[in-house]
């Protein structure tokens, strides 16, 4: 299994500014991902973060809102630019295929999470 | 358009009972199927998956069965223990794990 670690793990943030979210895993994966939480809602998945060129984006997602980085195999940031209220969500980073870990390359590992309350 | 739906918000059930958590799906291209158990202020924990290629998977109290004919899946919890209390979520993707489609959650109560 993998072992994901998230910062911060939550942030109150005003409107109009910017958050960044940093995703840390214990060791090298195949592909991370975003998802967003919004309250009541499902997990909604936001983008796959591809190691070295540009995420790719679901539908409904943009570049410019949901800028994301990954500079290497362990390693993984989300910003949510121009933040408001209806930016208010968990957000979660996730795993797949861990080396040396056991179980299914099906398993998707997620981190704890960043609650994010924009006021 | 919610692909995977979990109709049932809330269960209640008495320790030592079995608990059965419900999803339906509408997408025919999942083929791959999870269940994730989320506690407060924690990220969703695997718990147990099946593939289309099957009806049944079992693992220590947790069993997962799919009917790919009526597109629906059920977890069962056996015995039911006050530990199992959290969000379950259903989750499926289209033979890979990646870009799965989560349900809304069950949020299980076991009471003593």
């Known amino acids: 299994s993998a072992v994901i670690s998230q910062k911060p793990s939550r942030d109150i943030c005003q409107r109009g500014t910017s958050l960044t979210i940093q995703c840390q895993v214990d060791?090298?994966?195949?592909?991370m991902f975003w998802y967003r939480q919004q309250p009541g809602q499902s997990l909604t998945l936001i983008a796959t973060?591809?190691?070295?060129?540009?995420?790719?984006?679901e539908s409904g997602f943009v570049i410019d809102k949901f800028p994301i980085s990954r500079p290497n195999l362990t390693f993984s940031t989300l910003t949510v630019s121009n933040l408001s209220p209806e930016d208010s969500s968990i957000y979660l980073c996730?795993?797949?295929?861990?080396?040396?870990?056991?179980?299914?390359?099906?398993?998707?590992?997620f981190g704890p999470g960043t609650r994010l309350t924009v006021l | 358009d919610q692909q995977v739906k979990q109709n049932s918000p809330s269960l209640s059930v008495q320790e030592g009972r079995i608990s059965i958590l419900n999803c339906d799906y509408t997408n025919s291209m999942f083929d791959y199927f999870l269940w994730y158990k989320k506690y407060p202020a924690e990220g969703p924990t695997f718990l147990i998956s099946i593939s289309s290629i099957k009806d049944k998977n079992e693992d220590g109290r947790f069993t997962v069965f799919l009917n790919k004919s009526a597109k629906h899946l059920s977890l069962h919890i056996v015995p039911s223990q006050p530990g199992d209390s959290a969000v379950y979520f259903c989750a499926a993707g289209p033979g890979t794990a990646s870009k799965l489609t989560f349900g809304t959650g069950t949020r299980l109560q076991v009471t003593l």
């Open positions: 973060a591809n190691q070295g060129s540009e995420a790719t984006y």
């Open positions: 996730t795993c797949v295929g861990a080396s040396g870990g056991g179980g299914s390359y099906n398993e998707q590992f």
């Open positions: 060791s090298q994966v195949t592909m």
